[in-house]
């Protein structure tokens, strides 16, 4: 694995330069890199809930979020097909991968006063170059895209819900 190759694709997702996702798309060996940018934002962004939490919800989120960004990345690739985008699942998984770098900014939650406001800023910065992973790696225009953004956000997290609410309910982080 390059790292050089994927610093440089990151500093190219931070600048919103669309044409890295369909280079991110081409390259069949960015999938290791993709995953290690998933992983390393999820647990950045869930370190900020850590004095709430503790390392034990930490890392729960952290899987909670990985598993959604795999189901996420599984019904955008089905809606995308539909709709007649040339992607399939390592490609999606792959530019959305790389699109999730932003949700580290999840961590700003720790600054008093705005934290949250910060936060949730970053989750819809994160959302933006998302879509334009999307459209780049489906290889089509905006409407499609958005499309494509809404159905599988809602989808995706109705079944990360069922998926991961038996290890929520064990480890007694949700229902009460």
């Known amino acids: 694995m390059d790292m050089n ?10 600048r919103f330069d669309a044409s890295v ?5 081409a390259d069949g060996t960015a999938m290791m890199q993709a995953g290690i940018v998933v992983t390393l934002a999820a647990l950045i962004a869930a370190l900020g809930r850590f004095a709430d939490v503790g390392i034990l919800g930490v890392v729960v989120m ?13 019904i955008a690739t089905i809606v995308s097909k539909v709709l007649g985008g040339k992607t399939g ?8 991968g790389y699109a999730y770098a932003w949700y580290a900014l999840g961590i700003l939650v720790l ?14 910065v994160a959302a933006v170059a998302g879509f334009i992973a999307l459209r780049e790696s489906s290889e089509f225009g ?30 007694g982080v949700a229902g009460g």
């Open 5 to 14: 190759t994927m610093t440089g694709r990151l500093m190219r997702v931070l």
């Open 21 to 25: 996702y369909r280079e991110i798309a």
């Open 62 to 74: 952290a899987i909670v979020t990985i598993v959604g960004f795999f189901v996420y990345s599984a």
């Open 89 to 96: 699942f390592n490609e999606m998984g792959r530019t959305l």
């Open 111 to 124: 600054v008093p006063g705005v934290g949250g406001f910060l936060a949730w800023l970053g989750s819809i």
């Open 142 to 171: 905006s409407l499609k895209a958005l499309i494509t953004v809404i159905v599988a956000a809602v989808a995706a997290v109705i079944v990360t819900a069922i998926l991961t609410s038996p290890l929520l309910l064990m480890l």
